[in-house]
C-alpha cells in the first residue's frame, strides 16, 4: 500500500488497560470496531509507536493506526506511519472525542483547528498544518464544574453503554461513508 490510494485512518486514545475505556479513547475505540468488523488484528508496527493493521474498507485501502503514545505524543507515531506508508495528509482520517458534540453525535470535517485537544495539537505540529480530515466523536459536556481533563479520562457510566456501542458503530460507518462516497456524503449522513 502506498501512494495509490490508500488512507491513513487514525484513532487517538491513550495507552494500557487503565486508560482503555475512557471517554478520551472513543477514537482508538472506533478503530477496534473496525478491526473486528474486517477480521483484522492489530500489530506493532516495527518504525512507529503505533499498533496497525492493513486493511480493506468497502473495497478501500486502509490502514488503520492505534498510536501507542499517550495523547499528546500522538503526532510522532502519525507522522512516521503517513511518511512509511507515502500517505499524503489529504488521505490522513483521525477519530477523536469531541467535548462540544453531545454523546453520540458524530461531525465530519475537513482540516479546522485544534480546539485544545492535546491529541490534534500534536498532530498539527508533526504535519505543520490541520489539513487532514476528522471525524468528531461527541463524548458531551462534564457535569457541574467538573474540570474537562478529568472528564476525559474517567470511564464512561454504566447506563452510558448503550450510547458508546452506538457511537463505536457510528463511527466506524462515518469512516466507511467517508472513504467510499467522499465528505459532503458523510456530512449529510452523520453531521445531526
Do not use: C
Not at 478520551?24 to 488484528?41: P, S, T
Not at 489539513?131 to 457535569?143: A, E, F, Q, S, T
Not at 472513504?179 to 445531526?192: I, R, V
Amino acid at each position: 500500500m502506498s501512494e495509490n490510494g490508500a488512507w491513513l485512518v487514525v484513532g487517538l486514545g491513550n495507552p494500557g488497560p487503565t486508560y482503555a475505556s475512557t471517554r478520551h479513547n472513543i477514537g482508538a475505540m472506533v478503530i477496534d470496531e473496525l478491526a473486528i468488523r474486517n477480521g483484522d488484528k492489530l500489530s506493532r508496527h516495527k518504525r512507529a509507536l503505533a499498533e496497525v493493521a492493513e486493511t480493506r474498507i468497502n473495497g478501500i485501502q486502509a490502514i488503520l493506526v492505534k498510536p501507542l503514545s499517550y495523547m499528546n505524543e500522538s503526532g510522532g507515531p502519525v507522522k512516521a506511519l503517513a511518511s512509511f506508508y507515502k500517505i499524503p495528509a489529504s488521505r490522513i482520517v483521525v477519530l477523536h472525542d469531541e467535548l462540544d458534540i453531545p454523546l453520540a453525535a458524530i461531525r465530519a470535517k475537513l482540516g479546522g483547528g485544534d480546539n485544545g485537544h492535546n491529541g490534534l495539537k500534536s498532530i498539527r505540529s508533526a504535519f505543520g498544518d490541520g489539513d487532514w480530515y476528522r471525524i468528531r466523536l461527541g463524548i458531551g459536556r462534564p457535569p457541574g464544574q467538573q474540570d474537562p481533563a478529568d472528564f476525559v479520562l474517567r470511564p464512561f457510566a454504566a447506563q452510558e453503554a448503550v450510547d458508546v456501542a452506538t457511537l463505536r458503530e457510528q463511527g466506524a460507518d462515518a469512516v466507511a461513508t467517508l472513504l467510499t462516497s467522499g465528505l459532503d456524503e458523510t456530512q449529510q449522513a452523520f453531521n445531526s
